[in-house]
């Protein structure tokens, strides 16, 4: 499999690194910077809400009411902004992984023995569906599945 990889690195790899670098940095941070915006937003009506009920516009329970709706409001998009950055974190794993494989590939030479600790630096598991096929998951988020 990894001979496999160290000839095609340049077919299979470096696309996959560019597309997922450009792919992480384009949306992520554009959806971030809705949801940063929209919580300020948020804070901004809950204090406009807090000084309407203090001069006596609305009364308590519409207060609170709204006030409710507005802390629930502000809570899912902190929970966005969370999920956003440990996927950016995440992706961020998957690139560093995807580029250090790609700098194995493009500078070695094909294998003829088993390596260890270099099967250990790139593969998360094995699969063995039969004798004759097994699937190969590897820590840059690639699964390859191999014909015996």
Do not use: W
Not at 17 to 37: A, F, I, P, V
Request: charged residues 25%; aromatic residues 6%; contains cysteine.
């Amino acid at each position: 499999m990894m001979n496999k990889l160290i000839y095609g690195h340049k077919q299979i790899l470096r696309p996959l690194l560019t597309h997922l670098r450009n792919t992480n940095r384009g949306k992520s941070s554009t959806r971030e910077h809705e949801l940063q915006t929209l919580l300020l937003q948020n804070t901004e009506q809950q204090e406009t809400l807090t000084k309407l009920m203090a001069q006596g516009y609305i009364d308590q329970v519409l207060y609170n009411k709204e006030n409710n709706e507005l802390l629930i409001l502000a809570d899912n998009y902190k929970a966005e902004i969370d999920s956003i950055q440990k996927s950016c974190n995440l992706d961020s794993e998957i690139i560093t992984a995807l580029s250090k494989l790609l700098r194995f590939t493009e500078h070695s030479e094909m294998l003829t023995n088993f390596d260890e600790s270099l099967f250990n630096s790139h593969v998360n598991k094995v699969i063995v569906y039969s004798r004759n096929e097994i699937e190969f998951k590897l820590k840059c988020g690639l699964t390859l599945k191999e014909r015996i």
